[in-house]
């Protein structure tokens, strides 16, 4: 994958399935910018969390304790096809920027280009909870990601169905 310019998605996640990964940067002479900035963690993946039902709660690990340093866990939720999948955040507090929940409309969990949402910071201090996100799916996939410092209270959410429409 290339990435160049001023338009890198914040929050780009990339997964080895390896022991390494290799980063090439490249430059040229006719321009000098700010640079870039990249956070890893090397762990062992946490497994997947199915929730095949039409209707529940999750919650961050630990809730409404802290979260840990350094994670990474994938959610997927599962509904029948002729369902859409309606997630409701109600509780959300993470550091800002570094610590993140991003919700994306399908299966595949790294597919930015399906995100419903990209949520960060104190989103219950400043009024805008609840939340509310609708897929055009019949899954849901949730990345949650947390750096090397800083540990909140995380988040807590809802979901449902509804009929999909068509």
């Known amino acids: ?17 390896q022991r390494y990964m ?4 490249h430059t040229d002479y ?3 910018n700010t640079g870039w900035f990249l956070n890893f963690i090397a762990s062992t993946p946490n497994a997947t969390a199915y929730f095949n039902a039409t209707m529940g709660t999750i919650s961050s690990p630990n809730y409404p304790n802290l ?9 997927k939720i599962v509904v ?12 959300f507090v993470t550091e800002p920027t570094f610590d993140y929940l991003r919700i994306i409309d399908g299966n595949n969990a790294t ?5 419903l949402g990209l ?12 939340m509310t996100f609708y897929s055009t799916q019949s899954i849901v996939s949730l990345l949650f ?20 429409l068509g």
């Not at 994958?1 to 997964?15: K, Q």
């Not at 949520?119 to 609840?130: A, Q, Y």
């Open 1 to 17: 994958m290339v990435l160049g310019g001023t338009n890198v998605p914040i929050g780009f996640v990339y997964e080895s399935t």
């Open 22 to 25: 290799t980063l090439k940067f």
């Open 30 to 32: 006719s321009n000098v």
């Open 67 to 75: 979260y840990p340093n350094s994670f990474l866990q994938f959610y």
């Open 80 to 91: 029948p096809e002729t369902k859409i999948v309606i997630v409701e955040i109600t509780d």
């Open 111 to 115: 597919d930015i280009s399906q995100t």
């Open 119 to 130: 949520l960060s910071g104190n989103l219950t201090g400043n009024g805008s909870i609840p």
């Open 145 to 164: 990601y947390t750096d090397h410092s800083i540990n909140k209270s995380g988040w807590t959410l809802d979901f449902r169905t509804a009929p999909k």
